[in-house]
């Protein structure tokens, strides 16, 4: 997902695939950028990759066990009652990391085992509701990560400033609209907004915004990769992919169920 704090300090990296060249470093040692230039271990793309399908793994993993939680006859979750408050930890976690990438190396483990208990009691309820719905989210978020990747891949989309503002900008609002939600949930309130045709748009419209984190994301990793930050980096590079991924996944998860409604 796209970190405000970081995006906006990363203006200062050369653009994807840019390369470093010498006037390049001088700009870079200038700016305000959260790692010391020319780092000796320097992250690459591969080992971004790596950790982000270990990451993964870990969600898909601790997602099986909270899969297991839901009693097939009910439909209902039989989840611990501490579990909810280490996920706010991790939730909290994720915040800080935010605004201190080197922290993603412990971060991101654990939000990946505390949110893949989520994703599994959640998406057994859902499959409880809707047969075969989770197989079909999975697919999709598979084909949207793919397709996001080759657009990237090939300049069809190219993230610029102006690209990152209005992402960014998009993003923060949703996150506003779901602590809005939130809020008003506990007090008993319901948006008749989210539910029927008009709901099913603003999930799309949701899902889109996920799917063009998956840019930010991917053009981080690279500009990162370019500017010779350190191995860390990689870490948080790979927390990012997570999030945003597991972001979409909910939320087509939520747009199928809406359509087959």
Not at 158 to 185: N, P, Q
Not at 221 to 237: K, L, M, N, S
């Amino acid at each position: 997902m796209a970190n405000p704090t970081l995006s906006k300090q990363f203006g200062a990296l050369p653009e994807s695939g840019s390369g470093r060249t010498a006037a390049t470093t001088a700009t870079l040692h200038g700016a305000k950028i959260p790692f010391e230039v020319g780092d000796a271990e320097p992250m690459t793309i591969s080992g971004t990759v790596a950790k982000t399908a270990f990451l993964l793994a870990l969600v898909v993993g601790s997602g099986m066990w909270g899969w297991s939680l839901v009693r097939p006859e009910t439909g209902t979750s039989g989840v611990p009652g501490w579990w909810f408050l280490a996920l706010i930890g991790a939730v909290g976690l994720a915040i800080v990391t935010a605004f201190k990438p080197q922290l993603a190396m412990f971060t991101g483990p654990i939000y990946a085992l505390t949110m893949g208990v989520a994703l599994g009691t959640i998406s057994h309820i859902y499959n409880f509701r809707y047969e075969g719905i989770v197989l079909q989210a999975i697919l999709a978020t598979a084909a949207v990560f793919l397709v996001m990747l080759v657009l990237f891949v090939t300049g069809t989309i190219k993230v610029t400033e102006r690209f990152r503002g209005i992402v960014i900008g998009a993003t923060l609002g949703i996150f506003l609209f779901y602590m809005v939600t939130l809020m008003l949930s506990l007090f008993g309130v319901s948006i008749p907004l989210v539910t029927g045709p008009f709901g099913i748009l603003i999930s799309v419209f949701i899902v889109s915004i996920a799917a063009l984190n998956l840019m930010l994301d991917f053009d981080m990793i690279v500009r990162g990769t370019d500017a010779g930050a350190p191995r860390y980096f990689e870490w948080f590079g790979a927390f990012g992919l997570m999030v945003t991924i597991v972001w979409m996944y909910i939320e087509i998860l939520r747009l199928i169920s809406l359509a087959r409604d």
